[in-house]
């Protein structure tokens, strides 16, 4: 029995890897009647689900279970902590929390970005997972955990994406990256190029400072810092070669140039 789990457990997994970029670390959400079935069957999930998937796993939930785990008072109060020993990903629900599945739901929304997979006994939130292609679904039955074959709507998405009807995520990103390693798309280089020519307009205006400043000093296209020091060594040198001559003649001079 364990042998045939774990080869349908392989089958599926290799399904969501396959079509959908399902990669580990494994991101299993978790919900609050998961968290009760594994305390009940005495289910060591930390040990168990790695050795399952076959790979690493992360046991992740939501702040809305965990609330919905503390409402819930002391009947449930073991899969609480078994829930609060979990890592929280963040949810959409900041200010007001719902109930676990909806949140479990919203996370999945938008072709499942994140790889989750989802861990519940809730069957109406099993239902509606399943609504939903490509999303890997977990459950515990006579004390054991399974993957859930791909649901039908999982099946038929992966057919009309083979038949280029649609594009999963996973491929978008997939093409993506082909199109940009085999040139077909432009990059962001050429444009940069532009941009740079465009940065090097500017250019002209500084050409009109240096028109004005060469009426004045007479000097031909020198930037401003050697103009400064030419005329500092001017002074300097007028100072020291002719102490005699007045400053007034200094002046005029200048003013000649
Ligand atoms: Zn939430």
Redesign the pocket.
């Known amino acids: 029995m364990k042998i045939t789990r774990q080869k349908h457990a392989k089958k599926h997994l290799g399904f969501f890897r396959y079509n959908f970029g399902v990669r580990e670390p494994y991101q299993l959400l978790l919900d609050g009647t998961f968290c009760q079935a594994a305390l009940r069957g005495r289910i060591q999930l930390r040990e168990q689900l790695p050795r399952y998937l076959m790979g690493e796993t992360q046991l992740c939930t ?3 279970v965990l609330k919905e785990l503390e409402s819930l008072g002391k009947e449930l109060y073991g899969a609480k902590l078994i829930a609060q020993r979990c890592q929280v990903r963040s ?3 900041f200010k007001d ?2 109930s676990g599945a ?2 479990l739901l ?1 996370m999945i929304e938008d072709g499942n970005p994140h790889h989750f997979f989802v861990a519940t006994q809730d069957q109406n939130l099993s239902l509606q997972v399943k609504k939903k292609p490509g999303v890997p679904l977990l459950f515990i039955i006579q004390n054991t955990v399974v993957l859930d074959k791909p649901s039908p709507k999982t099946i038929a998405f992966v057919k009309a994406t083979e038949s280029g009807h649609l594009f999963s995520v996973h491929q978008k990103q997939n093409i993506k990256k082909l199109k940009e390693e085999q040139g077909l798309v432009k990059t962001s280089e050429p444009k940069k190029k532009r941009k740079r020519k465009g940065v090097s307009g500017p250019n002209p205006l500084s050409c009109l400072k240096k028109k004005k400043k060469v009426q004045d000093s007479n000097q031909s296209s020198a930037p401003e810092k050697k103009r400064r020091k030419r005329i500092r060594n001017r002074n300097r040198i007028k100072a020291l070669s002719v102490p005699s001559v007045r400053q007034s003649e200094e002046v005029q001079s200048n003013s000649v140039h």
Request: with cysteine.
């Open positions: 939501t702040r809305c949810c959409s629900h929390a719902v909806e949140c919203s």
